[in-house]
């Protein structure tokens, strides 16, 4: 009586695999997704609550939203003090526009603040001369934990085809992080900052608990893209913590030679986190 082999047995195995279990497969009425789980219910991954806030949105580009805490809008300077003594902000305000005084050196916001969201624009001057960090220097600290520079920095400076270290151009978180592209417009022209800030927290003792997050829109272009801080600005030796629970928000007179930068329409709308 002939016996199959083993290797017989697994060939034909594998024919039949080929051939008759696929026509059999076919065979079966196909059953959608839902009706195999006929306890899945769309609305259990619904939410209802809580409602949204409604934000009415600016009028036009750039114009502040409804529940926005304007800071500066062409007229004064109530909402700024001089970042040495909190005495009045002495810059210069005309025609809508709010110009360095580098003599009278930083001011910053009367109001502290934790996580935001920051628009404001800024002018080079048309004309401008000077090279690398000496050609419009300013910067916006997002957080100002000292009279002079100490804070959080992304650097406002001319980087339309002026050269310098990466971690120092336009937008940079300043010697921490280079933008993403550079995408400057000519001086003379306003450039536009959109600025989400997710701060640091402590613990009581002063130990970081969890670091700032900054991402930056420079006109309209994503240059900082959640970007992890390391610390504090630093100008020589690397960044570091210090605790503080709510900051200024600080305008820098830079004391470098060329004339000075220009602001406008700036706000501020507080992040509940």
């Known amino acids: 009586m002939y016996r ?7 060939a034909m195995h594998r024919v039949l695999a080929r051939t008759i279990l696929p026509v059999a497969l076919s065979a079966l009425p196909w059953v959608p997704a839902a009706a195999q789980s006929p306890a899945a219910d769309p609305k259990a991954t619904e939410q209802w609550t809580p409602v949204p806030a409604v934000v009415s949105p600016g009028a036009t580009q750039g114009a502040p939203p409804s529940d926005a805490i304007v800071l500066f809008d062409g007229r004064n300077l109530n909402e700024w003090v001089a970042s040495k003594d909190h ?13 360095v005084n580098k003599a009278a050196g930083n001011i910053e916001t009367k109001r502290q603040f934790k ?4 628009h404001l624009e800024w002018r080079i001057p048309e004309g401008i001369t000077g090279e690398g960090q000496g050609r419009g220097n300013s910067g916006v600290f997002l957080a100002s934990t000292g009279p002079g520079d100490e804070g959080y920095e992304i650097q406002i400076l ?5 050269p310098t270290y990466v971690n120092g151009q336009a ?17 003379g022209q306003w450039q536009l900052y959109d600025i989400v800030w997710t701060a640091p927290s402590f613990d ?16 309209g272009i994503l240059v900082q893209n959640h970007f992890q801080l390391g ?21 820098q007179a830079h004391g ?3 004339p000075p930068v220009s602001f406008r329409n700036i706000w501020v709308r507080e992040i509940e986190q």
């Open 231 to 251: 610390g504090e600005t630093r100008y020589v030796g690397s960044p570091v913590y210090r605790k503080y629970e709510r900051a200024a928000i600080k305008l």
């Open 115 to 118: 996580n935001f969201q920051l």
């Open 87 to 99: 005495s009045p902000a002495a810059w210069a305000v005309d025609h809508g526009v709010l110009t």
């Open 171 to 187: 937008a940079s978180v300043y010697k921490q992080s280079a933008p993403l592209v550079n995408a400057m417009r000519k001086p």
């Open 256 to 258: 470098d030679p060329s």
């Open 204 to 219: 009581p003792d002063g130990t970081l608990q969890s670091p700032a997050f900054v991402t930056v829109f420079h006109n």
């Open 158 to 162: 001319d980087s339309f085809q002026n």
């Open 4 to 10: 199959m082999t083993v290797d017989a047995m697994h």
